[in-house]
Nanobody, 115 residues
Framework: QVQLVESGGGLVQPGGSLRLSCVAS????????MRWYRQAPGKPRELVAL???????NYGDSVKGRFTISTDNAKNTVYLQMNSLKPEDTAVYYC?????????WGQGTQVTVSS
């Protein structure tokens, strides 16, 4: 069973930055893809960013130009750098990973953007 453990969430003022981390219990160098999702209260879970095994990245329209996904294979970690945060970015952020068929989710980390 693969475990994904997120960290780095918290309370930040509008315009601020946070970096989320997701550590996998399995090597991510051979993962099919890794993603970050988020879910705000009363809203469906939405894709924030993804990175493929080939290093291709893609972002949700609402975060393009502000968020950056990256990986450190040596640490089995995927990051989400979030800049210029807005109140509407407030949500629980989840790490997602796939190795071939099985899909795994982290437990989530809360990000709150408020003054």
């Amino acid at each position: 069973q693969v475990q994904l453990v997120e960290s780095g969430g918290g309370l930040v003022q509008p315009g601020g930055s946070l970096r989320l981390s997701c550590v996998a219990s399995r090597s991510i160098s051979n993962s099919s893809a890794m993603r970050w999702y988020r879910q705000a209260p009363g809203k469906p879970r939405e894709l924030v960013a993804l990175v493929t095994s080939g290093g291709v990245t893609n972002y949700g329209d609402s975060v393009k130009g502000r968020f950056t996904i990256s990986t450190d294979n040596a640490k089995n970690t995927v990051y989400l750098q979030m800049n210029s945060l807005k109140p509407e970015d407030t949500a629980v952020y989840y790490c997602w990973a796939r190795w071939g068929g099985p899909i795994y989710w982290g437990q989530g980390t809360q990000v709150t953007v408020s003054s």
